[in-house]
């Protein structure tokens, strides 16, 4: 009897790839991802296939990279420099992500790319039919991959394959503008499980299946001739101990101890993002300085920290947003800073996961403002660090976190008097208020945890086969 095994296909692998000449050095990654689904890679057979983070041309190298992997369960997708160029800088990062993220006047529609996309997807699809046997099960993630479950499909017609969507999928107006509309959701419809954070992704999805492939559907079902399909919100989430205990570790205490006496009396505002224009950067710097103007007291009695971290920086848009903030922040700082006391403490590195969890504990108020996100994972780390209850979390509606945790100040970031009175709001938030609303948030994440999220994907595959067999023997 053959064991069956599951294969997760993504874009990145949750490890990073370091060359010093020819010394290989890995780093493990930290994301949630890695977390979650580190339950399920490393056993049995299971394997998890994606790019290794970097560009690697010597077959001896890969070929060690290759081995190396293979004893944590992870095989690697090698990509050429101009694969990486034209697949993810190109069509994943400058057209579905801007699209998909509505900034449709920031999307480039380019044929190369879009062939070099094809090309990746159906390299990452070998790459699972190479190991794939016929009682395994496929888990493929995100926009950089949309292709691949039914170019797995088209060789393997019985595989039980899962689809999930890390960001949104817009609505059928923005999403028919894409040139390559039916291409993309014909890759997709591969699956017998498709995912998103949001019930209203979901319902987008549906409906432009509807629109563009003329597809019958009931509720969350499509039909592919005749096979049902099933659709649905599944919202990621953390792992809450993980972060509720790095926050409550007495090792963190000297990193705590250092906030605090640095802030002083000040009140704490912390925000945590990659650098991308989907996360509302700009609007968010506005509203302090409107903050500081409008409401003068708050100056000394307030620091804001903003940690942002360098991402996809060789496109343009990304370029561009970090001379903005750079200039933003530039210009706050030499306005309002005094001899000891600056408004903006800004960093643009990436930080570790104990310093940041020691920053999430010390915040009075955590600024989480995207202007679109599919889920947003920092407003629930912010929650799970905590423990003891106190804390405001002020949430944009644009992001899918905003549908589970509804007692953050949940804001319209382009609303910028109201994001105002939303800083003031928490500033001036009594404790026993704040408790009542962290202790619910908390509720809601530690119960919904990451664990849960992929059971819950995982056992619901399980479910949609029956259901296929079930209705294919009728
Ligand atoms: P996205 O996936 O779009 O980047 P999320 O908020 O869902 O947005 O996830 C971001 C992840 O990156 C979080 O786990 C967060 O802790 C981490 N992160 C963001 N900024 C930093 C930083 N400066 N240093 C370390 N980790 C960071
Ligand atoms: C988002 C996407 C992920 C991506 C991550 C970091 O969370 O949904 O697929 O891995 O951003 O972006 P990067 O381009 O560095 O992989």
């Known amino acids: 009897m053959s064991i069956s095994k599951t294969i997760i ?31 399920i890679y490393r056993e049995g057979d299971n394997i998890w296939i994606g790019w290794p983070g970097a560009i690697i041309n010597d077959e001896s190298i890969q070929e060690a990279i290759t081995e190396d992997l293979a ?3 992870l095989s690697p997708v090698f990509l ?34 879009w062939c070099t996309y094809k090309t990746v997807n159906q390299k990452f699809a070998d790459a699972v039919l190479r190991v794939l046997k016929t009682d395994d ?14 170019m797995i499909r088209d060789k393997a017609k019985n595989v039980k394959i899962g689809f999930f969507l890390h960001i949104p999928f817009p609505s059928f107006e923005v999403f ?15 699956a017998d499980l498709i995912g998103f954070h949001t019930f209203d992704d ?15 559907s009931n509720s969350n079902q499509l039909f592919i001739n005749d096979k049902p399909i099933i659709v649905d919100a599944f919202p990621i989430s953390i792992d809450f101990e993980k972060f509720n205990t790095l926050a409550n570790d007495v090792l963190q205490k000297p990193h705590e101890e250092n906030i605090i006496k640095r802030k002083g009396k000040a009140k704490l505002m912390l925000s945590v993002d990659r650098l991308d224009y989907s996360k509302g950067l700009i609007n968010r710097l506005k509203a302090f300085e409107k ?9 000394k009695k307030v620091v804001f920290v903003q940690l942002v971290v360098p991402s996809r920086d060789t496109v343009k848009q990304y370029s561009e947003l970090k001379e903005q903030v750079d200039k933003l922040v530039s210009n706050i700082n030499s306005k309002y800073s005094t001899l000891d006391w600056v408004p903006i403490h800004y960093f643009y590195r990436s930080f570790s996961i104990d310093l940041l969890a020691a920053l999430y504990k010390t915040a009075d108020i955590a600024l989480v403002t995207p202007m679109r996100d599919g889920m947003n994972l920092v407003s629930k780390e912010f929650v799970a660090c905590k423990s003891d209850e106190t804390g405001v979390l002020i949430l944009s509606e644009m992001a899918g976190a905003s549908r589970e945790l509804n007692d953050a100040i949940v804001i319209n970031p382009n609303d910028s008097n109201k994001f105002v009175k939303a800083l003031v709001q928490a500033l001036e938030m009594p404790v026993d208020e704040q408790r009542h609303r962290m202790r619910s948030m908390r509720d809601i994440v530690s119960r919904f945890n990451i664990h849960h999220w992929v059971k819950l994907f995982m056992n619901r595959l399980e479910e949609v086969k029956v259901l296929q067999r079930k209705l294919s023997v009728r």
């Open 291 to 299: 903050l500081l103007e409008q409401h003068p007291q708050y100056i």
């Open 176 to 190: 028919r503008l894409l040139p390559w509309r039916k291409e993309l959701l014909n890759g997709v419809v591969g």
């Open 202 to 216: 979901s319902i987008y999805f549906i409906n432009s299946c509807q629109r563009i492939l003329g597809l019958p």
């Open 9 to 39: 296909v993504s874009n990145r692998l949750p490890i990073k790839i370091t060359l010093n000449g020819s010394q290989i050095g890995y780093q493990n990654s930290e994301g949630g991802l890695a977390t979650g689904l580190g339950s």
């Open 80 to 113: 050429t420099e101009e694969e990486i160029n034209k697949y993810y800088e190109g069509f994943s990062n400058e057209t579905l992500w801007p699209l998909f993220h509505y900034f449709p006047s920031y999307a480039n529609y380019n044929d190369e790319q």
């Open 137 to 150: 099960q496929i888990w493929v993630h995100d926009y950089q991959l949309m292709l691949v479950p039914q």
């Open 71 to 73: 004893t944590k369960s």
